[in-house]
């Protein structure tokens, strides 16, 4: 089949209008830098041509999708007619067509897909059969973590496990080690926290030691026995995987460590006389956040018997802060130390259900244009400013009286 040449208007390339339009996209490729690089293009009056004004309209569109069609996934397809069929203005901008095939969607895509008037009409994502392993594998974390059809369509059509989930596993593996070599060095894995050299190591957070800087995140690798350390990993990997796989080791990571750190902030504002150890101020995050995820999108989330397993991932939840709790009040094994704090708990929880909550709904946007995301990131940063003054001044101020160091 003969195809038209490019043509020259304007001092612009034109696209050929008989070929594939992801072939068209890649084809366009450094021209579409410049686009993004630009919020207006500037066109003369005299030189304005709506043929080349960079959008094109729903009609043309369906014509060029049932043209073409064929060469795109039909998940992919069905999400172009839906935004076609869904755009109310009457025209596509070849810009968003590009970045919607490099999975890139703008909040404009999602209002135009949520209110079309076309529903996406092709069997279910788990109605689909001849899958292999992995795919299974993939289309069971999509209706684990995403609430929307549409999503869960697209995200099965984009994954592929490169690069894999690593930040947990990574994470997970280190503080496996970590507990080995003390509970070899200790001579005991039940209760390691009663060794008098427990806290002797540089990772946990001591309030005499405060001022070392990395201990309000290296007290992560410590746990205070195999029974801490056991259901902090369950919930880590069982939740953690699953949400690093669909948001990616940037996000998670992110309300990860922000965990991290406001668990050991709390605890040095709160609980001041009291060390820390254990992760579970970034496993409560991705915990709390997953669920209210789940909680505020229920009618959408499709995961099987999703009520008894939030209702085991609260029991589980509980059971370790239970504990953590009976710890603390516990008499300790070497006083005037206290056992390690619990408040470590609550800070992951409220950072799970502030800045986690806004990364895990915007699973395909970027972050830095969600304008929720800004004001609790400067609700976090400021919360940690204080804390940091708080830990130079307020101990002295205040004539704490904190235990020996270690």
């Not at 935004?83 to 968003?96: E, F, H, M, P, V």
Request: hydrophobic content about 45%.
């Amino acid at each position: 089949m003969e195809k038209s040449s490019p043509k020259m208007t304007g001092g612009t390339r034109e696209a050929p209008v008989n070929i594939s339009p992801a072939v068209a996209a890649n084809a366009e490729g450094e021209e579409i830098e410049v686009l993004e690089s630009t919020d207006v293009l500037p066109v003369a009056p005299e030189d304005y041509d709506p043929e080349n004004s960079g959008f094109i309209s729903t009609e043309r569109f369906r014509d060029l999708l049932e043209t073409h069609g064929s060469e795109l996934d039909p998940h992919k397809l069905e999400v172009l007619l839906a935004l076609a069929d869904g755009n109310a203005d009457g025209k596509i901008c070849y810009q968003d067509f590009v970045n919607l095939m490099s999975n890139k969607r703008s909040n404009s895509f999602r209002r135009a897909i949520l209110q079309g008037s076309r529903q996406l009409k092709g069997c279910s994502l788990r109605d689909e059969v001849g899958l292999g392993l992995s795919q299974r594998l993939v289309r069971h974390v999509a209706y684990e973590t995403l609430p929307r059809e549409v999503d869960r369509k697209w995200y099965f059509d984009s994954y592929t496990y490169c690069p894999p989930p690593w930040f947990i596993l990574a994470i997970t593996i280190a503080e496996v080690a970590v507990f080995m070599y003390y509970g070899l060095q200790l001579d005991r894995l039940v209760l390691q926290v009663s060794s008098p050299s427990f806290l002797k190591s540089p990772l946990p957070y001591h309030p005499q030691l405060r001022a070392q800087a990395w201990r309000y995140l290296s007290y992560i690798f410590m746990h205070t026995g195999i029974e801490h350390l056991s259901l902090n990993m369950a919930m880590q990997l069982l939740v953690g995987v699953p949400l690093e796989m669909v948001h990616g080791a940037l996000r998670i990571g992110l309300v990860y460590v922000c965990g991290v750190l406001a668990g050991s902030l709390a605890v040095s504002v709160t609980d001041m006389t009291a060390p820390v150890v254990g992760s579970s101020g970034g496993v409560y995050a991705l915990v709390s956040a997953h669920l209210a995820n789940v909680v505020m999108n229920w009618s959408g989330m499709k995961c099987q018997f999703k009520l008894f397993r939030m209702a085991m991932a609260l029991v589980c939840m509980s059971v370790e802060f239970g504990r953590a709790v009976w710890l603390r009040f516990y008499p300790p094994a070497f006083p005037p130390c206290p056992n390690p704090s619990f408040v470590a708990h609550l800070g992951g929880v409220v950072v799970g259900l502030t800045l986690g909550v806004v990364v895990l709904q915007n699973y395909e946007q970027r972050l830095q244009e969600q304008s929720l995301f800004w004001i609790f990131f400067c609700v976090y940063t400021l919360f940690v400013l204080c804390a940091v003054f708080w830990n130079i001044f307020a101990y002295s101020l205040l004539d704490v009286r904190l235990p020996p160091p270690p």
